[in-house]
């Protein structure tokens, strides 16, 4: 009788242990490498057509902003809201992740580490697009762009948790 | 046994009240009919608007706003502001970002359906619903400037078929006097239906919209007629555009490109993510359909009240009754189960004719709906329409119940002094 | 008489209403013999009315026994009672006997739906349930099948009285009660059916107690009994009562 209690209390106390070391939660800073800084996107044109003289234009090569490796292959969790790529009526299967929504006209959009393109396990059904979550799953960290892979991050199979405030 | 002679007792006392009974009846039957219309249709009207579009990035137009973009670029409902310059098109298509794009033209018709001026890249690259492609039912994507290839609604609807000649109309109206007759154009291909306003479309080249448009540079068709065969050797060039889709080669990107779209300096442009946009259309389109759906409620509700009535203007009138079954040895609860076994009986008949009438307007319907793009199968009726069935015979017991506890006080109360 | 062979003894019976203060019935003793035919005479408000929902178990006494058939129903729960009547006691009332949405058969079967004792007994008599209906309509005179296929609201008062009354007998009850259910009758019609009833309660064994103002009627009866001087609580003044006498 008593082993058994004294079982029980273990397995009690090691659960959350046990379940917490799965998905390691992490902030939307973590996804900036610390040296970095970012660049105002006004300093870097994009189309060159913002003269009107006519003259014979160059694209200029646009950085895209660096990811931290360390976290490739990381089982991580993080919160943010979904924009939705692959949807139908009632559900969301991949997305973009980001840390806002809805602010972009007076600031630049979030600069690439501060999406992770998220594909789920299972699709997620939801009637409320904007309502933020809870992204958990394994974390990609691709440096560059390949034929199968693009630069970024991305999670695969990831499953979602509602936010509670 | 006494249940079932309690349900006899019921179904021969509505029976004697035939006429109200089936008024009331016809009321229940009406707003189930409603409930489940208006709750089928937001939902599949949500779903067929959500497979308009699929894959496509970034959806671009001339500055308005995003909603309206979404709707004239994808629904062909509405019109654009103004048009956006070619140049500033190609520009933007041949950034590195991007792997493909296509150019659309609006602003014609033909008999009710939208023209469509585009390039072969539609074929190609556009997609709807689940990453579905498009296909052809017979022929062949436009190769001359005078070639069609028209969506399965206008085929089907005007009798097309290949190689048949149509009219375009200038603006969305298609009338005599605003007619490019002088230009027609040749069926070269018809689209599988999709369940989108692309069954509605009459898809012509980019070419195809400028030779029709040659003589009309001011605004009306200009003294000096160049016809079909004249057009071919001018210079076919579009200069203007309506709106473009863009595929990018990196979803990261999608933000970048966006801003650089919102804020390039020579045309004033909206790049919108369909995502988002068709989530604003929800949003306002939310507010009408929950509308709707109280509306619907209420509707019910207001059945159940007439219902109500007609059983409690009923119970005066059964006192005496109820005195006569009282005296044979009835039990007050078998009296309360008397009543409300009524209002149980009207709900579940009601219901099934409801939901019978509901699947044959269903049948019936389709044709019609299918022309604004709604696709309503009979299997729309499914797990969650039955609970909602459910939960309207539950509330109609409970409603029953208000009588039935009133004519089991009032058994008790009366004894043999019935009051005549 | 010998109470061991009493139908109904009742003792001590006091009934108020809930909102009373005063008691409406107060009866030491009352005793009916199996067989007998008891004339009740009182007038209406004098509360006979009362007195039948007593006896016929619909209202419960606040002290005092009812014992029918060697059963107090005073002591019995809700449910007990309303079984005892249906299996014991069958009902005739001055008016709107009948349940309209009902056949007359239908109206008359319905007694033996409540109970399958009657049923039984019915069954004994006869093959089927609306054998015996048809059988106890046509010694109540009543044998125009035609007539027995309308609806219930086209029978005429007297028609409609005579099928009630079959309903009552049906199945045998051993006590019949009947509130003036001659009142509606023309004067014709009253004597005959009064004939009718007693007649066919006699061959089936019943007793009856027959309630009415109209004294007209009292001749057939084995005893007659004067309700104000039954009932101790009768509130009415003496003028009232004396009224009552002549």
């Known amino acids: ?165 | 046994m006494n249940f079932l002679l309690l349900l006899k007792l019921t179904f021969k006392s509505i029976l004697n009240r035939r006429f109200t009974s089936c008024l009331t009846l016809l009321s229940i039957c009406i707003s189930v009919f409603l409930l489940l219309g208006v709750d089928t249709v937001r939902k599949e009207a949500k779903h067929s608007f959500t497979n308009t579009i699929s894959g496509t990035d970034l959806l671009v137009g001339a500055r308005s706003g995003s909603v309206q973009l979404l709707l004239y670029s994808v629904f062909r409902i509405g019109n654009a502001t103004n048009n956006i310059g070619w140049d500033s098109y190609e520009k933007i298509s041949s950034h590195p970002s991007v792997a493909w794009s296509i150019p659309i033209s609006l602003g014609d018709s033909h008999k009710g359906f939208r023209v469509m001026g585009t390039t072969q890249a539609y074929f190609e690259h556009y997609r709807f619903a689940d990453d579905q492609a498009l296909e052809f039912k017979i022929g062949k994507p436009f190769s001359g400037v005078y070639d069609t290839v028209i969506g399965a609604e206008v085929a089907e609807n005007l009798g097309y078929q290949l190689g048949d000649e149509l009219m375009l109309a200038h603006g969305v109206y298609d009338t005599d006097f605003a007619r490019h007759d002088d230009k027609p154009f040749v069926v070269t291909g018809i689209l599988e239906r999709t369940g989108t306003p692309v069954d509605r479309t009459i898809h012509v080249s980019l070419q195809g919209i400028e030779a029709l448009h040659i003589d009309w540079k001011t605004g009306t068709r200009s003294r000096e007629k160049v016809s079909a065969k004249q057009a071919l050797d001018l210079d076919l060039q579009p200069k203007q555009i309506t709106a473009f889709m863009l595929g990018l080669n990196s979803k990261m990107e999608i933000f970048r490109v966006q801003r650089a779209i919102n804020n390039y300096k020579r045309e004033p442009m909206l790049a919108v993510l369909p995502g988002l946009a068709l989530g604003e259309l929800w949003q306002l389109i939310g507010v009408a359909e929950k509308a709707l759906f109280i509306i619907a409620v209420f509707v019910l509700l207001n059945s159940f009240v007439g219902l109500l009535t007609v059983i409690l203007t009923s119970l005066n009138e059964r006192r005496r009754e109820i005195a006569i079954l009282r005296s044979l040895g009835c039990r007050p609860n078998q009296i309360f189960i008397l009543l409300a076994s009524e209002s149980l009986l009207f709900a579940i008949v009601g219901c099934f004719l409801g939901v019978f009438l509901f699947l044959v307007a269903i049948v019936l319907s389709q044709p019609v709906l299918q022309g604004y793009g709604l696709h309503i199968p009979l299997s729309s009726f499914g797990f969650e329409q039955l609970v909602l069935i459910a939960i309207v015979i539950g509330v109609s017991f409970l409603i029953g119940s208000i009588p039935g506890y009133r004519a089991y006080k009032q058994s008790l109360a009366d004894g043999m002094s019935i009051k005549l | 008489m010998n109470t061991k062979t009493a139908l109904l003894k009742v003792e001590n019976l006091r009934f108020r209403w809930l909102s009373s203060q005063r008691d409406v019935m107060d009866i030491p003793e009352l005793s009916i013999q199996k067989g007998e035919r008891v004339f009740i005479k009182g007038e209406s408000g004098a509360g006979k009315t009362t007195l039948l929902s007593l006896l016929g178990g619909i209202n419960l006494p606040d002290s005092g026994l009812i014992n029918i058939l060697g059963t107090d129903i005073s002591q019995l729960k809700q449910s007990r009672r309303d079984q005892f009547r249906a299996d014991h006691i069958g009902f005739v009332f001055q008016l709107f006997n009948l349940i309209p949405y009902l056949s007359v058969i239908e109206n008359i079967t319905l007694a033996c739906e409540f109970s399958s004792r009657r049923k039984a007994k019915a069954l004994s008599k006869s093959k089927t349930l609306e054998d015996e209906a048809y059988r106890l309509l046509s010694h109540l005179q009543l044998q125009d099948r035609r007539l027995l296929t309308k609806p219930v609201s086209e029978l005429s008062v007297g028609q409609q009285q005579r099928v009630a009354a079959a309903r009552a007998l049906i199945g045998s009850p051993e006590l019949i009660i009947a509130d003036e259910p001659t009142s509606a009758l023309d004067a014709d019609t009253r004597e005959h059916f009064l004939n009718l009833l007693l007649s066919e309660c006699e061959y089936s064994g019943s007793t009856v107690l027959f309630v009415s103002h109209d004294r007209g009627l009292e001749h057939a009866f084995d005893r007659s009994i004067l309700l104000n001087e039954l009932n101790k609580a009768d509130s009415r003044s003496k003028d009232q009562q004396q009224g009552d006498m002549l």
């Not at chain 1, 004294?6 to 973590?30: A, G, R």
């Not at chain 1, 939705?84 to 690439?112: D, M």
Request: charged fraction near 20%; hydrophobic fraction near 40%.
């Open chain 1, 1 to 165: 009788m008593n082993t058994l209690r004294f079982i029980l209390l273990l397995t009690l106390t090691m659960s959350p242990w046990v379940y917490s070391s799965e998905y390691q939660e992490v902030s939307w800073d973590d996804l900036m490498p610390e040296d970095w800084v970012p660049i105002a996107p006004e300093e870097q044109g994009f189309f060159e057509g913002e003269t009107y003289d006519g003259q014979i234009e160059t694209l200029p090569k646009t950085d895209m902003a660096p990811i931290v490796k360390t976290l490739d292959k990381q089982k991580l969790k993080l919160p943010g809201y979904m924009i939705p790529i692959k949807f139908n009526a009632s559900s969301v299967s991949e997305f973009l992740f980001v840390p806002y929504v809805g602010a972009c006209v007076h600031t630049p959009p979030p600069p690439e580490n501060q999406i992770v393109y998220v594909s789920l396990k299972k699709p997620m059904e939801t009637q409320d697009f904007w309502a933020p979550v809870w992204v958990s799953g394994m974390m990609v960290a691709q440096i560059s762009m390949t034929k199968f892979a693009t630069a970024g991050y991305h999670m695969t199979e990831a499953t979602t948790e509602v936010y509670d405030y």
